[in-house]
């Protein structure tokens, strides 16, 4: 089972509205290192839901149920969507200021590639960001 990360804009699509839906289509990714990623995911894979713009934090996670298929608002038809389900809530969000003072995160594309939207965690990362976020 992969690790992933999936940021959203709470303004579009927040962590409040994924616990209240359970389940979304995680579209309108546009740029394709974060697609390929998505077509990369399995159902059951656990990805952090990450605010980005100004809260910049991982405050939960969702679990993948339906792996990549065609995007239904993209009129290209390069890009796809998966199905996610929420999963557990951080009991403490991890701030991106609080993972870039931890060395160890250093090779994380969250950290040196900030505008990527999908991105695959190492297990050892993902279970350290667990731990900071209060879950054992």
Partial sequence: MSKWLLKTEPGSWSWE????YQTTAWDGVR?????????RMKEDDLCF????VKEKR???????????????????GHFVCVDVQF???LKKPVSLSDIKK??????????????LSV?????TSWNL????GGLS
């Fill in 31 to 39: 740029n394709y290192q974060a697609a390929n990623n998505m077509k």
């Fill in 129 to 132: 960001i667990c731990q900071m």
């Fill in 58 to 76: 991982i405050v939960g996670i969702v679990r993948v149920i339906k792996s990549a298929y065609p995007d239904p608002i993209d009129t290209t």
């Fill in 87 to 89: 999963e557990k809530e």
């Fill in 49 to 52: 839901f990450y605010h980005s």
């Fill in 102 to 115: 931890v060395p160890q995160f250093s090779h994380l594309p969250l950290i040196r590639q900030s505008r």
């Fill in 119 to 123: 991105m695959e965690i190492d297990e």
């Fill in 17 to 20: 509205q994924q616990i209240q």
